[in-house]
């Protein structure tokens, strides 16, 4: 109180009014309380005491009306501060910073009334000389440390952490305060806290209980599932087991017959020579005998024929001894062929027990559905259709296991150091093959001629010329003569292999044309793709296009569905295979992902099935009709070259980039054999400094086991599948 009479009195002479004086006397009052109820121990008494002051009850001083409307901006952020320490831990808007609008940190007051975090008014200052709320003019000397705010502030966060404390947290923070707690209410907190921690290890072991019995019970149903489809494999085994075996007994039963068959034709033939030989005897004794009498012949020359008859049966058995030898070494041969076969079979043993696994499976779930089988398979008794579908499968697997080279052909040119063939294609009958590539030359070369001749350079029967290196080739199934080409400069052209000439040109496309195919069903139809993004498709009668497909990627490969012309597929560099009915292209029927990398080539199989390579070193086999998956290909190398693709009704081929051919069945996700191109050729890769040649062009000849295949040095080889 010392202090405040002394500045009472300083006041008193200071101001001339009395009024002005109380007010301001106030003020210092209100200043005084709350630095008071921060530091008292019981802010209630601190509070009601200042109410009695303010209201007049203490007698000591008179009472005073304030003001309705605050005497000057001070007294704004000192009612704003009771109010926060009038409020239960909730943080408000006034301590806020107008600037970062996050709680205030080192705050600081302005000569207008307004606090800030200190950071943020400073960097304000370096920027305008203002103040943020009321545009005052400011600078760094009329800013003042506000003390009091950050003791309300500190508070404020002490409130929410202690709100948001855990009891656990709380009852620590009581003791480590010095809270007295007698002995017996320690002993009822022990027991209590010990029954709590049994209740929690109960429910804990509970749980882990009820876990390990879900996984168990997961665990026995898996099992189960698996033992009942391992039994259900075992049944289909075992039927088939007796029914090959049944089969097996009439065969043999069969060859049993042709054998008694056969021995009894042998055996009529053994005793007919017998008869007539004693026939031929007696006719010539008899002969003999009367040319004796008549001072013929001497008997000298009979004995010579009976010698001559001892050589031709002695000759006779060595005949037979022989064919039984032959058949002998014949045996032999089937027998080495047997093995090489069943080794073919174990070595891809996992591979085909998922193939049979999964015809048997899927014959049984359609039992119910379809009655009937294919009336082209042949019926056995107790043979299903699944165990014959793959008893073909099988055999064809295990028919060959190499590729023999049955001719080649060498397309290096002395003037042209450019070989790569891009494209190698038969014509309608098989009779023909053309290539094309970057030599700008589309070569046409007769089958047989190759087969035939042996030079070491085959002439083609047919050669022209083009404007730009050639990407595709592809002939009309329907016109022997016609073939289309795409090239490096978008152009589309339909040829006349007899007169030599082109037919049609188009020259739509914006980029390199990629690929082009004739339909199959409408030989006046063809489909190109090219780097522009765009599907176009053609008829041979018309100068533009009749379709036009604007996709997002750039055109690998289209294909013609082989069964419509209704139908084409298309791979891209978005690593996807778009399906599409052109009677509708808004968009594509189904898109097959699966992929990694661009899709570089498609080819059908049949209507259903359509094979696709991609630069990910993988080819993919698809259901167009139920638009699925059906298997993976992986063996070879393919990560950056178009390596070529070709197909037939059971067997898949493609190129590699380490200068080999791959086969594989369409049921076998591993190759079935691979052949590389000779050490000729490797040898002039060294010699060129090259070392990086690969197969780009393959094409099998229809329902045949003989393939073309070339490679990117210009060098055609006709292989063929051999056991």
């Not at 309705?68 to 320490?85: G, I, T």
């Not at 007796?242 to 042709?258: G, I, Q, W």
């Not at 004796?292 to 010579?304: E, Y």
Request: aromatic share 8%; with cysteine.
């Amino acid at each position: 109180m010392a202090w405040s009479v002394f500045t009472l009195r300083k006041e008193n002479r200071s101001f001339g009014s009395l009024s002005l004086f109380l007010s301001k006397f106030y003020f210092i009052l209100s200043r005084n309380f709350v630095y008071l109820s921060l530091h008292t121990s019981n802010p209630k008494t601190v509070t009601k005491n200042m109410e009695e002051f303010s209201t007049g009850t203490d007698p000591r001083v008179p009472a005073v009306k304030p003001d309705s409307k605050p005497s000057s901006l001070e007294e704004v952020p000192l009612e704003a501060a009771s109010a926060a320490v009038s409020e239960d831990a909730e943080v408000d808007k006034d301590l806020l910073c107008p600037i970062c609008m996050q709680i205030i940190k080192d705050a600081f007051l302005t000569s207008c009334g307004h606090s800030f975090c200190y950071m943020c008014i400073i960097t304000h200052l370096r920027n305008k000389s203002d103040c943020p709320c009321c545009s005052q003019f400011l600078t760094n000397n009329q800013l003042f440390p506000n003390i009091l705010l950050d003791k309300l502030l500190k508070k404020t966060s002490a409130r929410q952490i202690s709100k948001t404390a855990s009891p656990v947290e709380q009852f620590r923070q009581a003791l480590q305060q010095g809270y007295e707690v007698t002995i017996k209410e320690l002993d009822n907190l022990l027991s209590l806290l010990a029954e709590k921690k049994r209740k929690m290890e109960q429910e804990e072991a509970e749980r882990n209980m009820q876990i390990l019995l879900d996984f168990l019970q997961c665990l026995r149903k898996q099992k189960v599932d698996e033992l009942n489809e391992i039994q259900t494999d075992l049944q289909f085994i075992k039927e088939d087991i007796n029914s090959v075996e049944r089969h097996r007994v009439d065969l043999y039963r069969a060859r049993d017959r042709y054998s008694v068959k056969l021995r009894m034709l042998g055996d009529d033939s053994s005793t007919r020579k017998p008869w007539s030989s004693s026939m031929d005897k007696n006719n010539s004794g008899i002969v003999s005998s009367s040319l004796n009498i008549r001072g013929g012949m001497p008997a000298g020359n009979l004995q010579n024929k009976k010698i001559d008859g001892k050589t031709q049966l002695s000759g006779h058995v060595s005949q037979r001894k022989d064919a039984l030898s032959g058949a002998d070494s014949q045996g032999f041969n089937q027998s080495g062929l047997s093995v090489a076969r069943k080794k073919r079979i174990h070595a891809q043993f996992n591979d085909l027990q998922e193939c049979y696994l999964q015809k048997r499976r899927q014959l049984a779930n359609q039992l119910h559905i379809k009655q009937e089988s294919d009336k082209n398979v042949i019926h056995r008794e107790g043979y299903n259709a699944g165990l014959a579908d793959f008893q073909s499968v099988l055999s064809t697997f295990t028919q060959y296991s190499r590729l023999r080279v049955i001719a080649e052909v060498r397309l290096g040119d002395l003037f042209h150091s450019a070989n790569i063939v891009s494209s190698i294609e038969f014509d309608r009958d098989d009779e023909l093959f053309a290539t094309a590539g970057v030599s700008r030359r589309i070569k046409v070369f007769d089958l047989s001629m190759v087969l035939n001749e042996l030079a070491d350079v085959h002439c083609p029967v047919v050669e022209m010329s083009t404007r730009s290196k050639l990407s595709c080739l592809s002939w009309n199934k329907h016109w022997k003569n016609h073939i289309a080409s795409s090239d490096y400069e978008g152009i589309v052209t339909v040829w006349d292999v007899t007169t030599r000439q082109s037919l049609m040109e188009y020259e739509e496309h914006e980029k390199r044309a990629w690929s082009v195919d004739f339909s199959r069903t409408d030989p006046s139809m063809l489909v190109s793709g090219s780097d522009d993004c765009k599907v176009k498709v053609w008829c041979t009668k018309q100068e533009a296009s009749v379709i036009n497909i604007d996709m997002k990627a750039n055109i690998c490969c289209v294909k013609y569905n082989p069964g419509s012309s209704n139908f084409i597929a298309v791979g891209s560099a978005d690593h996807h295979i778009h399906y599409y009915d052109l009677r509708n292209i808004s968009s594509p029927l189904h898109v097959f992902s699966g992929h990694k990398k661009a899709a570089s080539y498609v080819k059908f199989l049949s209507e259903n099935e359509l094979a696709s390579a991609s630069t990910d070193s993988t080819l993919r086999l698809w259901d167009v009709k139920e638009n699925l998956p059906l298997r993976t290909f992986k063996g070879h190398t393919n990560e950056k070259n178009f390596v070529g693709l070709t197909v037939n009704s059971e067997y898949i081929a493609c190129g590699s980039e380490t200068n080999e051919v791959y086969v594989y069945h369409k049921e076998i996700s591993k190759p079935v054999t691979w052949h590389r191109f000779g050490s000729q050729e490797m040898e002039d890769a060294d010699e060129d400094g090259g070392g990086s040649h690969f197969i780009s062009a393959v094409c099998w000849k229809s329902d045949s086991p003989t393939m073309l295949t070339a490679n990117s040095q210009g060098t055609i080889k006709v292989l063929v599948l051999a056991a």
